[in-house]
Structure formats: structure tokens, C-alpha cells
């Protein structure tokens, strides 16, 4: 099945600083999320773009599907975006309905 | 407008019994879909259901089944339970607008402890 790989595993920023996180995948894909889980497990959509770049507020995302790569950018962060960041891709070669997850980036923010 | 619902939030169990999840999709969208994520890790796809049917299975064991109701609310059921089941179970709804066009959102989680 699809691979995919987020780097970098753990973070650990000030407040304030900028980030940028990765998102690797093996092959193509019709559909690529980013999510951001809270402390109480519940997944919150940050951006569907499975091309492009997306920008909300502080958070901006960028995937090149062509080079099979997403990005997901933070500036000025709080200590509320603290949490793990997950990329989930669906892979578009047919036969497959679920979303594949990268095992996520800790993202620690230090007042 | 009502996001995706899931009871219970917490459950205990013990090896061997049963449990059923219930899951309620976000208003006016049709597909749900499952997922397990265990401690440290990426959630993982269980199934998918669309039109009170199974769609798609993930490597998952026939323990674990699953409903879909005419007003698109749905079931995970898992018998026999092991110790290994214990994990966050996710439920995430979507929109069929094409097979290839799909966003999910997902509910708050149900907390299974097996024992």
C-alpha cells in the first residue's frame, strides 16, 4: 500500500517561532489532509489539498503532487498549537476508500 | 450545523466480551468510515460504509463489524475482545461527490480499555 512519512517526529519550538512540517508520500493520491489532534484525541481538519497551497490565518499548506511531498507551515506559534500534526493521503489508484496516516508530528510550544 | 457525534466517549471492558460504538455523520453527508489509533500511532482504516453497505475493509479480523441505518448513522462492533483492542476508535464522515473528492471530518473518539 501508499507510504507515508512525516518528519520531522518531534518538535520543540518558543513561542513565536515558525515551523514547517513534512509530509512524504509513496505514490499518487486523489485526496491529501492535514489534521491537527487535541489533547482529547479528536482530529481537527487544518486543510484538504491534494495540490496547491492553502492558506488560513497562520497556518499555510502546500503540496506538490507532482513530487509526491506536502507542507504544512506554522508561523508565530502559541502555545495552543501544541499537539500532534497528521498528514493522511488517499492513494488514487482505485480499490482503496480509507485515508493512510503518517505517524505525526509532536509539536511541543514553549511559552 | 452538527459535527460527527461518537458514544460513548470512554468504555471499559474485559477480554472476551463485545462492544458496539455509535457514530452519528456530520449533517448532510452520507459515508462513514472507522478507524483505530492506538497509543502512539497514526490512526489506521477499519471500513467504510455508503448506502448501509460495506465499501472497503482495512486489515482488520472479522471481530470487527459494522452497521449503516437508513438516516446514515452507523455501528462498530467488536467481538471477542483482546487486549489489543484497546485504542481510540474514530469515526469520520464525508460527502460522496465522487469517488476521488472526499474530505473527512472526524468525531471526538470513543476510549476503548480492554482489560
Known amino acids: 500500500g501508499i507510504q507515508v512519512e512525516q518528519s520531522p517526529p518531534d518538535l520543540i519550538l518558543q513561542e513565536g517561532a515558525n515551523s514547517t512540517l513534512r509530509c512524504n508520500f509513496s505514490?499518487?493520491?486523489?485526496?491529501l489532509q492535514w489534521f491537527h489532534q487535541n489533547p482529547w484525541g479528536q482530529l481537527i481538519n487544518l486543510f484538504y489539498?491534494?495540490?496547491g497551497t492553502k492558506q488560513n490565518g497562520r497556518l499555510s499548506a502546500t503540496t506538490v503532487a507532482t513530487e509526491r511531498y506536502s507542507l504544512l507551515y506554522i508561523s508565530s506559534s502559541q502555545t495552543t498549537d501544541s499537539g500532534v500534526y497528521f498528514c493522511?493521503?488517499?492513494?488514487?489508484?482505485?480499490?482503496?476508500?480509507?485515508?493512510?496516516f503518517g505517524k505525526g508530528t509532536h509539536l511541543i510550544i514553549q511559552p | 450545523d452538527a459535527g460527527v457525534t461518537q458514544s460513548p466517549t470512554h468504555l471499559i471492558k474485559t477480554r472476551g466480551q463485545q462492544v458496539t460504538l455509535r457514530c452519528s455523520p456530520k449533517?448532510?453527508?452520507?459515508?462513514v468510515s472507522w478507524y483505530q489509533q492506538a497509543l502512539g500511532q497514526g490512526p489506521q482504516f477499519i471500513f467504510q460504509?455508503?448506502?448501509?453497505?460495506?465499501?472497503q475493509r482495512g486489515n482488520f479480523p472479522d471481530r470487527f463489524s459494522g452497521h449503516q441505518f437508513p438516516n446514515y448513522s452507523s455501528e462498530l462492533n467488536v467481538n471477542a475482545l483482546l487486549l489489543g483492542d484497546s485504542a481510540l476508535y474514530l469515526c469520520?464522515?464525508?460527502?460522496?461527490?465522487?469517488?476521488?473528492?472526499?474530505?473527512?471530518?472526524f468525531g471526538e473518539g470513543s476510549r476503548l480499555t480492554v482489560l
Open positions: 469520520a464522515s464525508s460527502l460522496e461527490q465522487g469517488r476521488s473528492v472526499r474530505e473527512l471530518f
Open positions: 505514490d499518487s493520491v486523489n485526496n
Open positions: 489539498i491534494p495540490s
Open positions: 493522511a493521503v488517499l492513494y488514487s489508484g482505485g480499490g482503496a476508500d480509507g485515508l493512510t
Open positions: 449533517s448532510g453527508h452520507d459515508t
Open positions: 460504509y455508503y448506502e448501509e453497505e460495506e465499501r
